[in-house]
């Protein structure tokens, strides 16, 4: 049986979280085990951060992306 692994998504952005329930039965259905949630700024990881601790199978990540020239 092969499963898979979400590497890097945002299902934490509005447009999809106000749909987690359905997102997270169709990642199930297309055999999507896991999941790392990536903040893209350090005010939205307490929120996925929680994510992580509310679903076993969704995982937090924090980066920072490159076009950024400074963080504060």
Do not use: Q, R, W
């Not at 999809?16 to 999507?32: P, Q, T, W």
């Amino acid at each position: 049986m092969t499963n898979f692994v979400d590497s890097h998504c945002h299902i934490n952005f509005p447009e999809l979280y106000e749909n987690i329930d359905a997102i997270l039965s169709k990642m199930a259905s297309n055999k999507v085990t896991h999941a790392l949630c990536v903040s893209v700024t350090l005010d939205t990881f307490p929120h996925i951060f929680k994510m992580a601790n509310t679903y076993p199978h969704i995982f937090a990540s924090v980066g920072v992306h490159l076009d950024y020239e400074h963080i504060d």
